[in-house]
């Protein structure tokens, strides 16, 4: 398994109920597809630096794990399905 980090922006307009639902999906198809969810975030409201879906602020979210090679686009598709997801961005760790 190798290691990911995965950062992702809602809307500032969303609820917290919809904003933990947005993480506990995440972690949950992380751990449905083998991987290991090492650290968790909290998220964070921020000024953007540009302009995203006509939203100045946003909502951001991090999440470290592990997870097999062949599951990270099975990740990233379950991630671009979500409506509450403006935008993402999964990278490689270091080892």
């Excluded at 933990?20 to 992380?30: C, K, N, P």
């Excluded at 751990?31 to 968790?40: I, Q």
């Excluded at 599951?71 to 979500?82: F, G, H, K, N, P």
């Amino acid at each position: 398994m190798r290691p990911y980090e995965l950062m992702y922006l809602c809307p500032p307009t969303i609820d917290e109920e919809r904003l933990g639902a947005v993480s506990e999906r995440i972690q949950q198809t992380i751990a449905n597809l083998g991987g290991k969810v090492e650290k968790v975030v909290p998220n964070q409201k921020r000024r953007l630096a540009y302009e995203v879906a006509h939203h100045r602020d946003g909502q951001y979210g991090v999440v470290e794990f592990s997870l097999p090679t062949t599951q990270a686009r099975e990740l990233e598709r379950t991630i671009r399905l979500t409506e509450d997801i403006l935008r993402h961005l999964v990278v490689r760790r270091d080892e």
